[in-house]
């Protein structure tokens, strides 16, 4: 059996039934905006985060560029947005919105300015910066959930807050070891940070959003197996394995880390079971946007045990994150955005089938896991053609999207 979910980015506050009644007027509107300006700093990062690859600028640059300024921002847009929908409470303010997302983007470019000229303390005022824009996200989220109407969706954005703590604590780590304080214990906090941003901070934000945005994303219901029960067991799980996976690097036990690693695969396993069976009608509809989005999860539970494998071994992990982000976290990402983007743009449902059509794109499918496999490869010059042409098909299809954008919602 499966149950009926709501449809947690339409444009109208009637798609929560009698809660939407009860909550805040012009609350969807208002996220929407918020957010549109959100996805558009990330998108920004994420182009930056390609370009500086094809550059052949090492791997960090890249790296925290998309992880820190895209991923981050994008987030932060998206937890805000769905937590209000969700919960049928007011948007935050504009200018607490606007603050928190500005604090993001201006601590993340310090932050690698800082590492790319070796200023310490550059470096340092960025890190502090973005774990200042990530507390404030999380007082944020429990702000909305204090005042939801409805608490149908609670188990995930409990999980939001979880995954906010993972972050600021993984994140000083990282301020720890950019500013070389870290002393002999370089190797083990490196460790520590990157269990907890990868897995703790990005990882329990999409876990706890797949089983609802799965099922939106083909207008499907949610499957009978996701229960709240069922889903707040999961998401405790995920965030215990994360914390078991850091103390095992803190204490340089690899044995501990990589089952915390294995624990948290096995969990994502669990929120792949509670995904809904899709039926052919709905497969063909969301086409290549739904088929990324299986693929991000599939790159991701892989690498998870490939980054357990190594850590038992002791061996370099570099192409395995790698892979991780571009196979898994961007894949995932592109896949939602390929939603959002038209939802976002609103325009009544022909801009939305337009929309739709503009999204829907084999190219980014192909590009996505080519990409992956080349940077499992040790990348090279084919993971940089690739990534090149995977950029310019997304720069092409969100400049069609926004071409029919406000522009007051594109800054």
Do not use: C
Not at 70 to 83: E, F, P, W, Y
């Amino acid at each position: 059996m499966t149950r009926s979910v709501p449809l947690p980015t339409e444009p109208t506050d009637t798609h929560v039934g009698s809660a939407a009644g009860r909550g805040a007027p012009g609350r969807v509107a208002e996220v929407h905006a918020q957010t549109r300006r959100g996805l558009i700093v990330a998108a920004g990062f994420a182009v930056a985060a390609v370009l500086s690859m094809v550059a052949r600028a090492g791997w960090w640059m890249p790296l925290h560029l998309f992880v820190v300024g895209g991923l981050l921002s994008a987030i932060s847009a998206a937890t805000q947005m769905l937590a209000v929908t969700w919960s049928s409470a007011p948007a935050p303010r504009p200018a607490v919105a606007g603050g928190q997302r500005w604090a993001l983007a201006i601590g993340a470019v310090v932050l690698v300015v800082g590492h790319e000229t070796d200023r310490k303390f550059l470096f340092a005022a960025g890190g502090a910066t973005v774990v200042v824009a990530m507390v404030a996200l999380g007082f944020i989220v429990i702000r909305i959930l204090r005042q939801a109407v409805t608490d149908r969706f609670a188990p995930a954005i409990e999980a939001y807050v979880a995954a906010v703590v993972a972050g600021a604590v993984g994140m000083s780590l990282g301020i720890v070891l950019g500013v070389g304080r870290g002393g002999s214990r370089n190797v083990e906090i490196r460790g520590a940070h990157l269990v907890l941003n990868v897995f703790g901070l990005v990882g329990l934000v999409i876990a706890a959003t797949l089983p609802y945005f799965a099922a939106t994303q083909v207008r499907s219901k949610m499957s009978s197996r996701a229960t709240p029960t069922t889903m707040r067991i999961t998401f405790f799980v995920l965030a215990a394995a994360t914390a078991v996976a850091a103390s095992g690097q803190i204490l340089d036990r690899s044995g501990v880390a990589a089952g915390g690693l294995i624990t948290y695969a096995m969990g994502l396993l669990v929120v792949a079971a509670m995904l809904p069976v899709y039926s052919k009608g709905r497969l063909r509809w969301a086409g290549p946007r739904l088929l990324q989005l299986m693929s991000g999860i599939a790159w991701w539970v892989a690498m998870t045990v490939a980054l357990a494998l190594a850590s038992l071994r002791r061996t370099d992990d570099h192409a395995i994150l790698q892979t991780l982000v571009i196979g898994g976290f961007v894949q995932i990402l592109v896949a939602s955005l390929a939603y959002l983007g038209p939802v976002l743009r609103g325009g009544g449902h022909q801009r939305l089938t337009a929309g739709f059509a503009i999204t829907r794109s084999w190219v980014s499918l192909t590009a996505g896991n080519i990409a992956a496999v080349a940077a499992l490869a040790g990348g090279g010059p084919v993971l940089a053609a690739v990534l090149a042409v995977w950029l310019a098909d997304i720069v092409i299809r969100a400049g069609g999207l926004l071409a029919g954008t406000k522009s007051s919602d594109r800054v």
